[in-house]
């Protein structure tokens, strides 16, 4: 209920607004303010209505870097609801175009798949321990035993005595 908070509210969001749009005018990536700026944690924060993919935000700024995440970087991961395809082809189509592709890619497989394979298990340690530490973040502390809560859903729960945060 933003119309619940004051002017000054209101003036520093502008102001945060005008400092993001010349930062990207200057050439500041958007995905550099959707990194910072997403499991922002204040007041107002909760479920949200009117986006077909984000239905809950930790606060304002969290939920418009979701949305700019979500809409103009494909940044699914922030999504809690994953978009839908857009268009489907005519599988007559795909089988067509799938089965060119097939006979150009079958003479350089064996080597490709060997230098893919090593490429891809480095990338998914990586990717993997980025994306714990993005989910672990802003983790709150477990009011019922004090560890630290993982990321479950748009909640949180305890790996540690399996209490639920931020649900209702």
């Known amino acids: 209920d933003m119309h619940k908070e004051g002017a000054a509210f209101r ?52 939920y418009v870097f979701r949305v700019l995440g979500v809409e103009y970087l494909q940044r699914y991961d922030l999504a809690h609801v994953p978009p839908t ?19 150009e890619e079958e003479e350089e497989a064996p080597l490709a798949l060997v230098a ?16 714990l530490e993005e989910m672990m973040g802003d983790a709150p502390v477990c009011d019922a035993c004090g560890h630290i809560t993982v990321r479950n859903g748009a909640c949180y729960k305890c790996l540690n005595c399996g209490n639920s945060l931020g649900c209702s």
């Open 11 to 62: 003036s520093l969001m502008n102001c945060f607004a005008m400092a993001v749009s010349v930062g990207l005018q200057y050439g500041v990536p958007l995905e550099t303010y959707v990194d910072q700026y997403t499991f922002t944690r204040f007041e107002p924060q909760g479920s949200v209505e009117g986006h077909d993919n984000i239905k809950f935000a930790t606060s304002i700024v969290d």
């Open 85 to 103: 395809a857009p268009n489907i082809q005519d599988p007559s189509e795909s089988r067509a175009e799938e089965e060119a592709v097939a006979e």
């Open 116 to 131: 893919a394979t090593a490429a891809a298990d480095e990338e998914l340690s990586s990717g993997l321990d980025a994306h």
